[in-house]
């Protein structure tokens, strides 16, 4: 059942080329040129009455959602929240009726991710889920529902689920912006192009996974590191981070790379490892410089780059190259690596890689 692989986390890590290809799948029009939805029960004058999204989940459906977030504003133009699910009906979240509520929960039962879901019907407002569940509860009780087709998962660590949910996040973001008419058409062909090629770019960086590995066995003689990164990259250091401590309990920090100064740039000792992320190209040269500073102090940094930005290696102790995408796509290929080094780190411990300790594959308690 585990189709050769010494893990589930493992078989499902290698699955997520065939999950983006199932969750595009005929939601691709056959020119390329525009997304197909017909799932949604939304009418042009719906999406045009939208007037804020609120996004609402829970851990690495959060962390998608923190992309979903990205994606919407920038190719959709309407202003997002994102928040975790057991905060959100606490603070007296804005919601009113023309707000969209995004429930984003693999499983589709999550207690307090159903609860928000709750509170924004009660509200008035209408409700889209994203969920890899048919006929969960999240998937009855809302409005909307976009399926994720990454098939079962069974690793307590999420892996194919999430990178599905932000296949999910890109097709609804330029559905939103073909309906809005705020991103040209060439723009949209050229994202949809980008799509496309993920699955592949992920086949070629599963292909060899020796160097992840290696450094995996490096870290795992620590107690503590950083992941850094700004922007999209941040967002997918938060997930990286997430994982790492899930299946490894090796203690880590997301930080967004240019907040280190404001205080947690004392942390950084040396030989302490830093994991940074300057994939997006608008963003390389900022990140590049808050690498300088945490190499300055000793650290040792493992960057994760765009093939072609054959300068960091200048900077960094090692590097890792992942494909050439859009700067918007790049958290579907650069969480790959991140998903590796937690799996190879928690195997060189020795933990039980899907099923670590303390946590339920359903969280369905407040
Ligand atoms: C981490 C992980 C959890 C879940 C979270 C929400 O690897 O799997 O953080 O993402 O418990 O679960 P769902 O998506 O089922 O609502």
Not at 178 to 203: F, H, M, N
Not at 272 to 286: G, H, T, Y
Not at 325 to 339: E, F
Not at 342 to 348: H, K, P, Q, R
């Amino acid at each position: 059942e585990k189709a050769g692989f010494d893990h589930f986390m493992l078989k499902e890590i290698h699955e997520q080329p065939k999950a983006y290809r199932d969750t595009m799948g005929s939601r691709l029009s056959a020119d390329g040129r525009s997304v197909v939805l017909n799932e949604l029960n939304m009418s042009k004058e719906d999406i045009q009455a939208i007037s804020r999204i609120h996004i609402v989940a829970c851990g690495t459906a959060y962390h998608a959602g923190l992309i979903g977030k990205n994606v919407i504003e920038k190719l959709a133009r309407i202003p997002v929240e994102t928040d975790v699910a057991s905060e959100y009906r606490y603070r007296t979240p804005i919601i009113t009726k023309d707000t969209l509520v995004i429930v984003v929960s693999q499983s589709g039962e999550t207690a307090d991710t159903l609860a928000a879901l709750r509170e924004a019907k009660r509200c008035g407002a209408r409700v889209l889920a994203i969920t890899n569940v048919v006929g969960s509860s999240a998937a009855r009780e809302a409005d909307d529902v976009i399926t994720t087709w990454a098939g079962p998962e069974i690793a307590v660590a999420s892996t194919k689920a999430y990178t599905s949910q932000l296949i999910a996040f890109y097709l609804l973001g330029l559905y939103l912006a073909q309906t809005l008419g705020t991103v040209s058409a060439d723009e949209i062909a050229e994202t949809i192009a980008g799509l496309r090629k993920l699955p592949e770019q992920v086949e070629a960086i599963l292909k060899d996974s020796s160097a992840i590995e290696s450094y995996a066995k490096q870290i795992a003689e620590h107690e503590d590191l950083f992941f850094i990164g700004r922007g999209l990259d941040y967002a997918v250091a938060l997930e990286g981070s997430l994982k790492l401590k899930e299946i490894s309990y090796i203690h880590s920090e997301a930080y967004a790379a240019g907040e280190l100064k404001h205080g947690t740039l004392a942390l950084i000792e040396e030989g302490i490892p830093v994991i940074a992320l300057a994939i997006q190209s608008d963003l390389f040269e900022k990140t590049v410089s808050n690498i300088k500073e945490v190499k300055a102090r000793g650290a040792n940094v493992f960057g994760i780059a765009a093939e072609g930005e054959e300068e960091l290696a200048k900077s960094v102790d090692q590097v890792f190259y992942v494909p050439k995408t859009l700067d918007l796509l790049s958290p579907a290929l650069s969480v790959v690596p991140l998903q590796l080094l937690s799996y190879y780190a928690s195997l060189a411990l020795g933990h039980d890689v899907d099923k670590p300790r303390n946590l339920a594959k359903s969280v369905t308690v407040e």
